[in-house]
């Protein structure tokens, strides 16, 4: 997964099909219409489908929550989200693609809009990287649990995955597992040895 840059925390977004989301099988927008293959996929995944009336929901929010002159920019670059969760077509593993797509945005939205509380980010040292600020910032009431980890001007969503010790988040190409104190970083084919700046 491409990490994003800062400033490119704008709100993407999800078409609104009024009234869809509330049925408990079927996703936001209309299964009986023609689809492609991967809403075809969101229509017959119960899991998925859940997930796009999530991200239904917290858009609702995001435009009750926005400012007026924050509308617009939101309802324009919720086709661009439509466009990239689509590239998911092209991944070689099309249902973890789309999931991703779809969680990672329903944090940034919640983030963007101030449905969370943003909890202080953590800072870390990492050997051989010191002159980059990396932070993490961990967020305990997405689901699942996770965390905007910032190194430098770049940013992506992990989420919490299973570690015998400690705390393990992990995206495409992105891993942060801290315990006690220390850190390893994977960072889009680097590796790193941090310590909490706490």
């Given at each position: 997964m491409k990490a994003f840059e800062s400033s490119d925390w704008v709100v993407w977004g999800l078409a609104l099909t009024c009234g869809a989301y509330a049925q408990s099988s079927t996703p936001s927008f209309d299964c009986s219409k023609d689809s492609s293959d991967l809403e075809k996929l969101i229509c017959t995944d119960e899991a998925l489908a859940a997930l796009d009336r999530?991200?239904?929901?917290?858009?609702?929010?995001?435009?009750?929550?926005?400012?007026?002159?924050?509308?617009?920019?939101?309802?324009?670059?919720?086709?661009?989200?439509i466009k990239g969760r689509d590239e998911c077509s092209k991944a070689d593993d099309l249902r973890e693609c789309v999931e991703y797509s779809y969680r990672s945005r329903i944090v940034e939205l919640q983030i963007q809009s101030g449905q969370l509380e943003v909890p202080s980010a953590v800072g870390y040292t990492c050997q051989g990287n010191e002159g980059t600020p990396v932070f993490a910032t961990y967020y305990t009431e997405t689901d699942p649990p996770s965390a905007v980890i910032t190194v430098g001007n770049e940013q992506v969503i992990a989420f919490r995955s299973p570690s015998g010790s400690g705390a393990k988040y992990a995206a495409d190409d992105v891993e942060l597992w801290e315990h006690q104190g220390t850190a390893t970083l994977e960072w889009l084919g680097r590796s790193y040895e941090c310590k909490t700046d706490r």
């Open positions: 999530k991200m239904a929901e917290v858009f609702e929010k995001a435009l009750g929550s926005l400012p007026s002159e924050e509308l617009s920019t939101l309802k324009a670059t919720q086709r661009g989200w």
